[in-house]
Protein backbone atom coordinates (compact mmCIF):
# COMPACT_ATOMS: atom_id res chain seq x y z
CA UNK A 1 0.00 0.00 0.00
CA UNK A 2 2.57 2.87 0.64
CA UNK A 3 4.36 1.72 -2.54
CA UNK A 4 1.30 2.89 -4.40
CA UNK A 5 0.82 6.00 -2.37
CA UNK A 6 4.94 6.10 -3.32
CA UNK A 7 4.28 5.97 -6.64
CA UNK A 8 1.10 7.88 -7.11
CA UNK A 9 2.65 10.59 -5.05
CA UNK A 10 5.62 10.89 -7.54
CA UNK A 11 3.04 11.12 -11.11
CA UNK A 12 1.38 13.62 -8.94
CA UNK A 13 4.53 16.01 -8.83
CA UNK A 14 5.73 15.03 -12.17
CA UNK A 15 1.99 16.67 -13.70
CA UNK A 16 2.36 19.36 -11.57
CA UNK A 17 6.05 20.28 -12.89
CA UNK A 18 4.83 19.80 -16.09
CA UNK A 19 1.31 21.91 -15.70
CA UNK A 20 4.02 24.45 -14.44
CA UNK A 21 6.30 24.19 -17.39
CA UNK A 22 3.34 25.05 -19.85
CA UNK A 23 2.06 28.13 -17.96
CA UNK A 24 2.79 31.53 -19.15
CA UNK A 25 5.63 33.49 -17.78
CA UNK A 26 6.44 29.78 -16.13
CA UNK A 27 9.62 27.86 -15.41
CA UNK A 28 10.28 26.51 -19.03
CA UNK A 29 10.09 30.38 -20.24
CA UNK A 30 13.16 31.43 -18.56
CA UNK A 31 15.63 33.52 -20.97
CA UNK A 32 18.32 31.69 -22.10
CA UNK A 33 20.53 31.49 -25.26
CA UNK A 34 21.06 29.13 -27.48
CA UNK A 35 24.51 27.96 -28.21
CA UNK A 36 24.93 28.57 -31.85
CA UNK A 37 22.77 31.53 -33.21
CA UNK A 38 21.07 29.16 -35.97
CA UNK A 39 18.33 31.13 -37.84
CA UNK A 40 16.00 29.07 -39.91
CA UNK A 41 14.83 32.17 -41.51
CA UNK A 42 18.15 31.91 -43.55
CA UNK A 43 18.22 28.33 -43.78
CA UNK A 44 14.47 27.52 -44.39
CA UNK A 45 13.46 30.50 -45.93
CA UNK A 46 16.35 32.32 -47.75
CA UNK A 47 18.08 29.13 -49.10
CA UNK A 48 14.75 26.83 -48.77
CA UNK A 49 16.62 24.00 -46.93
CA UNK A 50 13.52 21.49 -46.75
CA UNK A 51 12.93 20.10 -42.88
CA UNK A 52 13.57 16.95 -43.46
CA UNK A 53 16.72 17.46 -44.89
CA UNK A 54 18.27 18.47 -41.12
CA UNK A 55 15.26 16.68 -39.02
CA UNK A 56 15.72 13.45 -40.98
CA UNK A 57 13.58 11.19 -38.08
CA UNK A 58 10.37 13.18 -38.47
CA UNK A 59 8.96 10.42 -40.95
CA UNK A 60 10.32 7.74 -39.76
CA UNK A 61 10.23 7.89 -35.79
CA UNK A 62 8.59 9.20 -32.74
CA UNK A 63 10.86 12.31 -32.92
CA UNK A 64 12.00 14.45 -35.54
CA UNK A 65 15.57 14.61 -34.80
CA UNK A 66 18.05 17.26 -34.23
CA UNK A 67 21.14 16.97 -36.91
CA UNK A 68 24.47 15.85 -35.37
CA UNK A 69 27.41 18.42 -36.48
CA UNK A 70 28.28 16.07 -39.34
CA UNK A 71 25.13 17.32 -41.17
CA UNK A 72 26.00 21.40 -40.27
CA UNK A 73 29.93 20.59 -41.45
CA UNK A 74 28.19 19.36 -44.58
CA UNK A 75 27.19 22.89 -45.76
CA UNK A 76 29.25 24.79 -43.67
CA UNK A 77 32.99 23.16 -44.47
CA UNK A 78 32.17 25.03 -47.91
CA UNK A 79 29.75 28.12 -46.77
CA UNK A 80 31.69 30.14 -44.49
CA UNK A 81 28.98 32.74 -44.07
CA UNK A 82 28.31 36.59 -45.76
CA UNK A 83 27.67 38.61 -42.76
CA UNK A 84 30.69 38.77 -40.14
CA UNK A 85 28.33 37.13 -37.45
CA UNK A 86 27.77 34.09 -39.84
CA UNK A 87 31.18 33.51 -40.33
CA UNK A 88 31.11 33.77 -36.20
CA UNK A 89 28.65 31.57 -35.56
CA UNK A 90 30.04 29.16 -38.27
CA UNK A 91 33.13 28.87 -37.09
CA UNK A 92 31.64 27.82 -33.58
CA UNK A 93 30.25 24.67 -35.57
CA UNK A 94 33.87 23.79 -36.73
CA UNK A 95 35.23 24.01 -33.74
CA UNK A 96 32.40 21.46 -32.17
CA UNK A 97 33.38 19.40 -35.27
CA UNK A 98 36.98 19.41 -34.72
CA UNK A 99 36.99 18.81 -30.76
CA UNK A 100 34.46 15.85 -31.70
CA UNK A 101 31.95 17.22 -29.33
CA UNK A 102 27.85 17.36 -30.11
CA UNK A 103 26.53 20.76 -30.26
CA UNK A 104 24.08 21.22 -26.69
CA UNK A 105 20.82 22.81 -28.21
CA UNK A 106 18.16 23.76 -25.49
CA UNK A 107 14.89 22.16 -26.74
CA UNK A 108 11.75 24.79 -27.24
CA UNK A 109 9.33 22.17 -28.63
CA UNK A 110 9.19 19.64 -25.93
CA UNK A 111 5.96 18.27 -24.01
CA UNK A 112 6.08 15.98 -20.75
CA UNK A 113 7.81 12.84 -20.18
CA UNK A 114 4.34 11.20 -19.79
CA UNK A 115 2.91 12.13 -23.24
CA UNK A 116 3.66 10.17 -25.82
CA UNK A 117 3.76 12.01 -29.29
CA UNK A 118 4.74 10.64 -32.46
CA UNK A 119 6.08 12.18 -35.22
CA UNK A 120 5.92 9.81 -37.53
CA UNK A 121 2.15 9.14 -37.60
CA UNK A 122 1.26 12.84 -37.94
CA UNK A 123 3.49 13.02 -41.04
CA UNK A 124 2.61 10.10 -42.81
CA UNK A 125 -0.79 11.04 -42.69
CA UNK A 126 -0.23 14.06 -44.42
CA UNK A 127 0.30 17.16 -41.61
CA UNK A 128 2.94 19.44 -42.80
CA UNK A 129 5.45 20.90 -39.98
CA UNK A 130 4.01 24.12 -40.10
CA UNK A 131 0.84 23.28 -38.94
CA UNK A 132 2.42 23.18 -35.13
CA UNK A 133 5.77 24.64 -35.32
CA UNK A 134 4.20 27.81 -37.53
CA UNK A 135 6.20 29.39 -40.97
CA UNK A 136 9.49 28.58 -39.92
CA UNK A 137 10.72 30.49 -43.13
CA UNK A 138 9.84 33.72 -41.01
CA UNK A 139 11.51 33.11 -37.59
CA UNK A 140 14.89 34.08 -36.90
CA UNK A 141 15.58 32.27 -33.79
CA UNK A 142 12.87 30.14 -31.80
CA UNK A 143 11.94 31.36 -28.25
CA UNK A 144 9.37 30.08 -26.01
CA UNK A 145 7.13 33.22 -26.89
CA UNK A 146 6.93 32.81 -30.88
CA UNK A 147 5.91 29.04 -30.77
CA UNK A 148 2.79 28.99 -32.71
CA UNK A 149 1.11 26.01 -30.92
CA UNK A 150 0.89 25.89 -27.22
CA UNK A 151 1.30 22.13 -27.05
CA UNK A 152 -1.26 22.15 -24.49
CA UNK A 153 -3.20 18.80 -24.17
CA UNK A 154 -6.69 20.60 -24.93
CA UNK A 155 -5.09 21.87 -28.04
CA UNK A 156 -4.17 18.51 -28.98
CA UNK A 157 -7.53 16.87 -27.82
CA UNK A 158 -9.06 19.74 -30.61
CA UNK A 159 -7.56 18.51 -33.56
CA UNK A 160 -8.32 14.83 -32.68
CA UNK A 161 -11.73 15.73 -32.25
CA UNK A 162 -11.72 17.47 -36.19
CA UNK A 163 -12.95 16.27 -38.86
CA UNK A 164 -9.97 16.84 -41.51
CA UNK A 165 -10.69 16.12 -45.26
CA UNK A 166 -8.68 13.72 -46.94
CA UNK A 167 -7.85 12.74 -50.55
CA UNK A 168 -6.71 8.71 -50.89
CA UNK A 169 -5.69 8.10 -47.29
CA UNK A 170 -4.23 11.66 -46.78
CA UNK A 171 -5.12 15.10 -44.95
CA UNK A 172 -5.95 16.70 -48.19
CA UNK A 173 -4.07 19.45 -49.32
CA UNK A 174 -0.67 20.53 -51.54
CA UNK A 175 2.90 18.95 -50.58
CA UNK A 176 4.73 22.20 -49.24
CA UNK A 177 8.05 22.92 -49.55
CA UNK A 178 8.87 22.46 -46.13
CA UNK A 179 8.47 19.39 -46.44
CA UNK A 180 10.95 18.36 -49.24
CA UNK A 181 8.34 18.37 -51.59
CA UNK A 182 8.11 20.54 -54.43
CA UNK A 183 4.22 22.64 -53.86
CA UNK A 184 1.92 20.72 -55.73
CA UNK A 185 -0.70 23.31 -56.95
CA UNK A 186 -3.46 20.63 -58.27
CA UNK A 187 -3.85 19.47 -55.03
CA UNK A 188 -5.36 22.54 -53.89
CA UNK A 189 -8.39 21.60 -56.32
CA UNK A 190 -8.22 18.20 -55.22
CA UNK A 191 -11.91 17.29 -54.26
CA UNK A 192 -11.91 15.47 -50.73
CA UNK A 193 -13.00 11.70 -50.73
CA UNK A 194 -13.81 11.01 -47.47
CA UNK A 195 -12.51 12.47 -43.75
CA UNK A 196 -10.09 11.62 -41.06
CA UNK A 197 -10.16 12.66 -37.23
CA UNK A 198 -7.54 11.38 -34.99
CA UNK A 199 -7.94 8.99 -31.67
CA UNK A 200 -9.42 9.65 -28.57
CA UNK A 201 -8.17 6.77 -26.74
CA UNK A 202 -6.60 8.31 -23.42
CA UNK A 203 -3.82 5.27 -23.90
CA UNK A 204 -2.65 6.50 -26.99
CA UNK A 205 -0.78 9.53 -26.00
CA UNK A 206 -0.46 8.87 -22.26
CA UNK A 207 1.29 4.80 -22.29
Known sequence: MKERLNFFAKRLALMIGAALLLLPGGLAAGEFTQPIKFSHKTHAGTNKVPCEFCHIYARRSLVSGIPPVRTCVGCHSMVKGTEPWQQK??????????????????????????????????????????????????????????????????????CHMTQHPTANGKIAGPARPTRGAPAVSEAVAQQPDGVISGSRDCFICHK
Request: with cysteine; glycine share 4%.
Open 89 to 158: EIKKVLKYWEEQRPIEWKKIHDVPDFVNFSHKRHIQIGFDCTQCHGDVTKIEEWTMDNMKQPLAMGWCVK
